[in-house]
């Protein structure tokens, strides 16, 4: 009787422990209050140079790291990514963290109006982690109260009473675009942000820099930061066409390898001006003293201040002549085949039918100069070697050394590591790893072919002589 009544208490008792057991794995509240926990995430950029990202955090267990992971958004180029990391936490339970990105530096530029996504990773002493979910930022600069207004696809940025004047921004944005995507043929695929300064004193810790001597002798009207970005310094109406016929000459030109030459994107943009009258002097001045620029030597901007106006005046006059000449269809032909990867000087003889030399000797004549006898170019035919994908303008992508101890570098999802293209031996040497991975290659695999033989002939006689056994024995 005592012994039935042990087994009813023990199997009474099992009953609880599973009882129990079920409800402890079927309770996610009792997890959850235990694990890392984030509230109250801010972004805050006092000014252009930095922006700090910050959370509070509740892990009970301790914080062991804090990771921030952006992605500034670019819809032509790609997205460029990185990560500032902090490991300095004190013991505790609560946690306000805090990183700070520089965005204004000697390895990386990443320009107001830029798009952020981003979000934490969170590492807690005992091993737990949280990764919280994508938010989205617009990067401002900090010492102005912004507002906005839109027209179409084009929104433009402010600050002040200036609202009529952005209206006027945006509208002739907007007008400059689509006038250009018909010179052009091509539709530009995603919505333009225009940040405009009251001034150029206001903007200039914003800008681009091209150079100290540059910048402090060369009005800045405005410039093109991104493939969707527009800075505006001058609120000129031909300031703000000029601008943003580059976002459409980038579109129209600019290839995964290939780009347009600078003559013939500061060309076209000056051409969609309203006026030209800033650069007629320059050109004439040039043109009569026999002074201009060959063309070949126009393919990257000019940093020299005092070349800005001949530059950008000549660059116009040859694109007028190239569309007076030999018309629309043939220039927005010209900017396809680059595109699609022709060199300049391959694009023009497709197109045009001269190189870059022959096309300035063209224009020179028809401006009432001599053409100048030029020695002919020789193509390169070295063997192609592998590279990486290439980082998106104006937003590097190497941050290693800009003096932020937490950041690392992550390559945007379009990125190849520079290390998976391996350095081409020179023209008629064999490359050292390779001949040492012949010879010995070749003794391994005549050892290896040894031993698979003699393998081979032992289990071809084991299996023999057992089908002999086999064979004999009575049935």
Same mark, same amino acid.
């Given at each position: ?34 694990? +890392? ?10 000014? !252009? ?10 892990? !009970? ?48 530029? +990443?320009? +107001? ?23 989205? %930022? ?108 580059? +976002? ?86 010209? %900017? ?55 980082? !998106? ?83």
């Amino acid at each position: 009787m005592a012994d039935v009544r042990i087994a009813r208490v023990l199997r009474s008792c099992s009953l609880l422990v599973a009882l129990a057991l079920g409800l402890a794995l079927a309770w996610p509240a009792a997890a959850d209050a235990d694990g +890392i926990e984030v509230s109250e995430l801010r972004v805050r950029s006092p000014d !252009p140079t930095e922006i700090t990202f910050s959370a509070r955090v509740a892990a !009970p267990e301790g914080l062991q790291e804090a990771e921030l992971v952006y992605r500034v958004l670019n819809p032509k180029e790609g997205d460029v990514g990185g990560s500032v990391v902090r490991e300095d936490f004190a013991p505790g339970r609560e946690f306000d963290v805090s990183v700070t990105l520089e965005t204004r530096t000697s390895q990386r530029y +990443i320009p +107001i109006g830029s798009q952020f996504r981003y979000h934490w990773r969170l590492t807690g002493a005992d091993g737990s982690s949280l990764v919280t979910d994508e938010e989205s %930022y617009l990067f401002l600069d900090g010492r102005y109260p912004w507002v906005s207004v839109q027209e179409g696809d084009v929104t433009v940025y402010y600050y002040g009473t200036a609202h009529d004047r952005s209206e006027r921004v945006a509208q002739a944005t907007r007008s400059a675009i689509e006038d250009t995507e018909e010179l052009l043929q091509v539709k530009v695929p995603f919505p333009v942000r225009v940040m405009v300064w009251a001034s150029e004193a206001d903007g200039e810790l914003a800008m681009r820099s091209r150079g100290l001597v540059f910048d402090e002798l060369v009005r800045t009207g405005g410039q093109r930061v991104g493939s969707d970005l527009l800075f505006v310094f001058s609120a000129t109406m031909d300031v703000v066409r000029h601008e943003a016929a580059h +976002i459409v000459t980038s579109v129209a030109g600019d290839g995964p390898f290939t780009s347009i030459p600078s003559w013939l994107d500061e060309g076209t943009a000056v051409y969609m001006q309203n006026s030209q009258l800033n650069y007629d002097d320059a050109v004439a001045f040039a043109i009569a003293a026999d002074r201009t620029i060959r063309l070949r030597n126009m393919e990257a901007p000019s940093n020299n201040p005092n070349e800005v106006n001949l530059f950008y005046g000549q660059s116009w006059s040859v694109v007028d002549y190239m569309l007076e000449e030999f018309g629309e269809q043939r220039f927005a032909e010209l %900017y396809r085949v680059i595109r699609e990867g022709a060199t300049t000087d391959s694009g023009l003889q497709q197109i045009y039918g001269v190189d870059q030399d022959g096309l300035y000797n063209l224009w020179r004549v028809a401006k009432g100069l001599e053409a100048i006898d030029y020695a002919p170019r020789v193509e390169a035919t070295a063997a192609p070697v592998a590279e990486g994908t290439r980082a !998106p303008l104006a937003i590097p992508t190497s941050i290693g050394s800009s003096g932020d101890s937490g950041d690392r570098e992550e390559a945007s999802p379009t990125t190849t590591p520079e290390s998976a293209a391996p350095a081409a031996p020179a023209a008629g040497e064999p490359e050292p790893e390779a001949a040492a991975a012949s010879e010995d290659g070749g003794g391994s695999n005549t050892m290896i072919a040894i031993v698979i033989g003699l393998v081979t002939l032992l289990l071809g006689g084991g299996l023999g002589g057992a089908a002999f056994y086999l064979a004999r024995r009575p049935g």
